[in-house]
């Protein structure tokens, strides 16, 4: 196995055999590791000092179902911390088959190239080709050329015209089983990182490609069993189940009527519009103008749970594919936007740019919020859009994301933590997942320690989301850790459903790593091994300058009463800082 | 003497002696210790928990030579820390004098108001009066309306649109002495800071006022003495001395020849254009348009130094007054600029906006840097002048000041430190000022410690500006410490160069201090009353969050070397946290 280290500032390409202390780790916990072990914390995120990482999951690569993740890692331009982002794509587990357990870049290129990683003899191959011809243009228009020159086999990742134009709200876009660019590793800039670099695409050609190696096959089976078994098992993640049915936009009426669906910038916890974007309607729609009932389909390969929609339009055209829960908020609840058609046109833009879905809503609802625009427009939020992917002066002002906004207008509104914008679920009525979004390493993040389980969805056992008690520092801290692991596995955040209630299920993921990786952690070694993940990722932020007041809600939300309960933020800082006090 | 604090929430005010510790401060250490008592350190800068102080200096409205100065004091929306910015004007002794030591505004109203303070019965009387007629428009077509609405003898004290608009460049106004809006607390957003109040002018009148108490006044005679001796003695302070004749623009040829004028953006020392700008260029074409040789005036009552110059048109009409080093470099030198008149108009643009004119230039500049415009467009240049002053999104973008331009536009060369651009210093090539940069509570700012004096006009020893030492760590600080000193007293900074080279006028400056307050103190224990100021300075900024990460320049000055000495800044970590670290 590799770690392929490419110089932008020379285009050259280097390949090492993988260091044993980083033979264990995978996804965040290896892009988290060598940031923390390469990147000066006080290096600007767009010069020649900060690195990119891709990395895939331990599991990626691997018949471990749904596992087809890449993290990628870098210090962040939108949170000045360290950011790790994954997605699911073919583009991972293809990257793992050839034997690349980490991709490094590094420097800075004039112009911008495409890096080709191809396979001789059971070894990574790099070349460069420029790729000027492709920048400042709609991906979807771009994304077939790209495949056109380089074979209709490979797997693309690149950056939109947002990464181009160094926007802190800028993805990296890996394609989906469509080849078209629509999954993203969204959050925290890492799409202007990569672009500051001169890259714009990264192809592979897996023809040849060794494999994952697996030390203990028969106990990663064995593994792999329980949690494909799990998995199919769940109300949330089988067959026809929730997340199948309505993906994940299914949360839309459960936050709404729990009254912590963020509405209008955050000024309210219910949305009347709620039912007419929600995943039932977004079934029923397609239903409706497609004569039959359409079930969700797979992000990648070997997935099981198959959450993506398709959102049609009447005419049976594809408006976008997938509509997230988050995007459908954001784009949506959040902007006073109750146009399922107008919503999706909008994730659709997203994807053409390269703009995460959830940092570019929040940034149109604080715009809206300042006055720029009236709440439930939708036209205008399309306009919006077009601007940041055009580059025009407002579109750079869009492009710096939520909290710059906010900043702009004079604005002290600002729904985010650490500078990055909170995602759908409001903190003041759910204090469990406000503490997350306060302490992670990450910036406001629901992914980085996802208590909603318990807390909305009583999975994992219940929490009640409008008790402040420090409890919540423990229930945050002990879902950051166990994410960290799974970010690290190469599964899907979602497993996690079924392996907090089924017990087999979290059997069967330590078996499968340990079955990858020949170790024999116990369950509780393994979530020891995501708590040091944390702990390399705080030591990060705090050589860069992060301390305890950078672990805040917005001071906005203490004074703010939030309907329907009215409920501020009531979290002290020793309960705050408790969470990584115990780390 | 009275601490008046005025609630925009409900407009009400209150009276209250000034308590005991508070009564041997004035100035900055009086703003900075209410700030450092009073605001949390984590609140937002725009929110209603932030406070805006106004004080005047210990000897400011006595008739101690060229001493009045006003401080305003806030938590910066800027820098996030700390912050004072002072100004001298007509507004500063009468505030003193009506026994007002210092005007705390608290809270936040609906529209706004003009805060009038009057005197009776020896005691300020506050009324509010709504202001909305004023806002959105040009200062200068305000302020003869403000005189005109509340009598030709009051004193103004206000925000431009850019206040009103909440950008962190914006300042507070005072008038000069022909009433006009151009004498500015500049720096750190506190103009966004009063308009998030609601507040839009103070207007003082006062007849009747009391004065200002002085405990011993054959001290305070001797000691203001031996300062105006000092002061007429100094060739950079005398009449038809260097500043009386140049202005503050006579260091343009002198940093320009040291290669420390930042140009273009700070890619270049020097500039080709310098003499075309110089305070030689302007006295000389002042001369010719007017047919005679015209010497500056001053700011405010009572100054002896007078360095306030007029830029004169070609029909002898007056372009602006005064155009300031810092101005003339920002607009001119680092854009690129070498047109006289078109900076004129630029800085005369800033004043009708409320803009701070090293903020705005520095961001032209860097709006260059990326492409925006072309370095030298003197036309573009006032046209991003025009947006920034209506508030378009253009101008919103540009108005929240360099580091975020930068940041907009993917460009790592942002010339700011903790957010604040530099000013006119570059330093690369003076290494002294660097450190002062680094360091100061304040951001990039070279009146927190003019380490310039030794370092290159021979002023109170000599440093080589290019020598890397220790030693610099020792400079910076010894200067940090008196200027919080002299900000404090409501002395201009300029009486420094007389009380670095004649101790007399040292020994009359503690003199003139103890004369007022009754108090013993030695010239040691004098700056030691600085070096307080800035530990309560440096401890608030702590608990705001900021950490040694933040004491540090940008990192494309380690990287690339300036022109024409092809210097990098080689500061060690370890230097630069000497010096609050031997505080």
Redo the contacts between chains.
């Keep these: 196995m590799w770690i392929v280290r490419a110089n932008m500032s020379d285009l050259s390409c280097k390949l090492k055999e993988v260091p044993e202390q980083y033979r264990t780790l995978g996804g965040r916990g290896l892009t988290s590791t060598i940031i923390y072990d390469e990147v000066d ?4 995120p ?4 900060n690195k990119l990482v891709f990395a895939p999951g331990m599991l990626t690569g691997t018949s471990a179902p749904t596992s087809a993740r890449v993290s990628v890692g870098c210090k962040s ?1 939108l949170t000045g911390g360290i950011k790790e982002s994954n997605a699911g794509s073919a583009w991972a587990p293809n990257i793992a088959k050839m034997g690349i357990k980490a991709l490094i870049i590094e420097g800075k290129a004039d112009g911008y190239w495409t890096l080709h990683l191809s396979c001789a003899d059971g070894k990574p191959v790099a070349k460069f080709v420029a790729a000027d011809e492709y920048t400042g243009r709609c991906l979807f228009d771009v994304y077939p050329e790209v495949f056109k020159a380089f074979g209709e086999k490979v797997d693309v990742a690149g950056i939109g015209t947002s990464g181009e ?4 709200d800028s993805g990296i876009v890996f394609q989906d089983m469509k080849k078209r660019p629509t999954r993203y590793a969204g959050r925290g800039g890492v799409g ?1 990182v990569m ?2 670099k001169g890259l714009k695409f990264i192809v592979l050609d897996a023809a040849g490609a060794p494999g994952v190696d697996i030390a203990d096959e028969e106990l990663f089976k064995t593994g792999a069993k329980k949690m494909r078994d799990a998995l199919m098992q769940h109300d949330v993640t089988k067959p026809k189940g929730g997340l199948n049915t309505y993906g994940t936009c299914v949360l839309i009426n459960v936050m709404n009527e729990a009254g912590g669906l963020p509405t209008r910038s955050f000024r309210s916890g219910r949305f009347e519009g709620a039912a007419k974007i929600a995943g039932e309607a977004i079934f029923e729609t397609n239903k409706a103008r497609m004569g039959k009932e359409i079930y969700n389909h797979n992000c990648s390969p070997g997935c099981i749970i198959r959450c993506s929609n398709t959102v049609y339009a009447k005419d049976g055209s594809e408006i976008a594919s997938c509509v997230e829960y988050e995007s459908d908020w954001s784009l949506g609840a959040n902007c006073g936007i109750d146009d399922l058609d107008k919503i999706a046109k909008m994730v659709h833009l997203c994807n053409a740019y390269g703009l995460d879905t959830i940092e570019a809503g929040v940034t149109i609802g604080v715009a809206m919020d300042s006055g ?1 625009l009236e709440f439930g427009d939708a036209d205008g939020a399309i306009g919006l859009l077009e601007e940041m992917g055009k580059g025009t ?2 579109g ?2 869009l ?2 994301g939520a909290a ?1 906004v906010a ?6 509104r ?1 729904p985010t933590v650490k500078g990055q914008a909170m995602p759908a679920y409001e903190p003041r009525a759910v204090k469990g997942i406000a503490v997350t979004y306060a302490t992670t390493t990450m910036g406001a993040d629901h992914t980085a320690g996802y208590t909603i389980a318990p807390e909305m969805l009583g999975v994992g056992g219940t929490s009640d989301p409008l008790k402040v008690e420090m409890a919540k520092a423990d229930l945050s801290l002990a879902f950051q850790k166990t994410t960290a692991l799974i970010d690290s596995s190469g599964h899907c955040l979602f497993i996690a459903f079924a392996i907090l209630d089924i017990a087999s299920g979290f059997d069967g993921f330590i078996e499968e790593i340990n079955g990858v990786l020949g170790t024999s952690m116990t369950g509780d070694e393994a979530v020891e091994l995501g708590a040091d993940i944390l702990r390399r990722e705080r030591a990060f932020n ?9 672990d ?1 809600l ?3 939300m203490a ?1 703010e009463p939030l309907p329907p309960h009215n409920v501020v933020s009531e979290l002290s800082d020793e309960l705050l800082d408790s969470v990584y006090g115990q780390l």
Tied chains: 1, 2.
């Design positions: 914390p006080q290096c600007h767009l010069g020649p000092n331009p134009f160094g926007y802190p202007a672009g500051s720029l002066p407002l750079r002002l492009g710096m710059d900043k702009a207008f004079g604005n002290p600002s705090e050589k860069a300058g992060f301390t305890n007041a950078d805040r917005p001071e906005f004074i």
